[in-house]
């Protein structure tokens, strides 16, 4: 029997008394792409958080990876976590000063032991990897560019490279295409999709145009709960309309196909 990636079972996240997530029931298998959806509020983000271990339960089990989250953790044990958990977020979380390669080899501090963690000394197998992972986003002609030289789009693609040298197992990506434009968009989701090809992907979605490139299941989030988790291919104007109603959040545009 293989063992979910994800496991939630009467899971509620609380903050200052309002509840943030109340999920009855949720499992994610190795290998799946699933977007999540949803308007601003819905809990989108507090998920990736509870999966990523920075939003602790306030009742009910998470399991990721294997690992129970739903009790307290040794640093340590988090940290193995999160070694193989790959987050890709909206705010493009770059080392500004860094080079586009630096940023991508940051992605494999997890494997390096003692002082070399520390002053961030690669060896030249590392760098080689790190210049792979570029070149495969196209990216390999800014390997020396600081990140705060990047436009957006190219600053996700080294985030992007990040994830291939750090082969996570678990990728959360927080809306990774909000600050760019369309085109941007749909190239920084193929290469995503792609990067994710021996990985669980979830990913926030802000529009519905993107969700086949990046997910084969969908979950509707609302009010901190699941209204629907169905197949990409099942969704349809009519449900978006419906999830994003009574809310100022506009609805993302219809889906194509």
Known sequence: ??????????????????????IDALDISPGERVAVIGPNGAGKSTLLRLLSGFVAPSRGSVQVLGQALDQPQPPAALRALRAQVGPVMQGLHLVARLSALENALIGGLSRQRGWRSWVRLYSRSDQRVALQALQAVGMSAHAHTRADQLSGGERQKVAIARLLVQAPRLILADEPTA?????????????????????????VVHSAALIPQLADRVLGLKAGRIVFDLPQAALTDSLLA??????????????QG
Request: hydrophobic letters at 45%.
């Open 1 to 22: 029997m293989t063992v979910p990636t994800i496991a939630l079972r009467r899971v509620q996240v609380m903050a200052g008394g309002r509840r943030l997530l109340d």
């Open 179 to 203: 600050a760019l434009d369309p085109a941007a968009a749909q190239e920084v989701c193929l290469l995503l999709a792609q990067a994710a090809h021996t990985a669980t992907l979830i990913s």
């Open 242 to 255: 419906d999830l994003y109603r009574s809310s100022a959040t506009h609805p993302p545009e219809p889906t």
